[in-house]
T-cell receptor
């Protein structure tokens, strides 16, 4: 079945540091890929998405590129802020598996310190 | 404002009692979902519904039940058969078309504690 593997946390960075959160996937078909963010005590918010190979999703300074050859969708930000502290989830939706449910990674907790 | 509402935000119940969590959306989405979130485990799908009066089991449906009588509403009942019901429950919705993976929009969640 489909699966998503993302780097284990927690990740602690100083403000203005560079962020990378790794995400790799396995899928039966040709999935769409998503990054969601969850702030403490809240639901998930869509951060960015990509629907085909070499697409780059971007939002709020975050970027991720759909790499089909390495089955990866790593999240990056050039300069993190304290307000970016949250849990980040990588997810995929794979119509080739017969449905468009989301399959999530386990989440990576990011803490940014001043 | 369009969105998804879940109520209540916190819910406390005694073991052996059934409890129903509310989820309402005004996004005119066809599909709705229920997830369970436990610390360090990500999200796991409980039930989903692609149209009114139809729903399917997800990965962890045992001990849960749902109904979808209206497009806007998808309540989840946690029954006494659920062995470990204490968790954070998230409802989501998405536009739905066969073969097209639309993104899902999430509600703020309900934290259920059973003692």
């Amino acid at each position: 079945g489909d699966s998503v593997t993302q780097m284990e946390g927690p990740v602690t960075l100083s403000e203005e540091a560079f962020l990378t959160i790794n995400c790799t996937y396995t899928a039966t078909g040709y999935p769409s890929l998503f990054w969601y963010v969850q702030y403490p005590g809240e639901g998930l918010q869509l951060l960015l998405k990509a629907t085909k190979a070499d697409d780059k999703g971007s939002n709020k300074g975050f970027e991720a590129t759909y790499r089909k050859e390495t089955t990866s969708f790593h999240l990056e930000k050039g300069s993190v802020q304290v307000s970016d502290s949250a849990v980040y989830f990588c997810a995929l939706s794979d119509p080739g598996a017969g449905s468009y449910q989301l399959t999530f990674g386990k989440g990576t907790k990011l803490s940014v310190i001043p | 404002d369009g969105g998804i509402t879940q109520s209540p935000k916190y819910l406390f119940r005694k073991e052996g009692q059934n409890v129903t969590l509310s989820c309402e959306q005004n996004l005119n989405h066809d599909a709705m979902y229920w997830y369970r979130q436990d610390p360090g485990q990500g999200l796991r799908l409980i039930y989903y519904s692609q149209i009114v009066n139809d729903f399917q089991k997800g990965d962890i449906a045992e001990g849960y039940s749902v109904s979808r009588e209206k497009k806007e509403s998808f309540p989840l009942t946690v029954t006494s058969a659920q062995k470990n019901p204490t968790a954070f429950y998230l409802c989501a919705s998405s536009a739905s078309a066969s073969g097209i993976p639309y993104e899902q929009y999430f509600g703020p969640g309900t934290r259920l504690t059973v003692t």
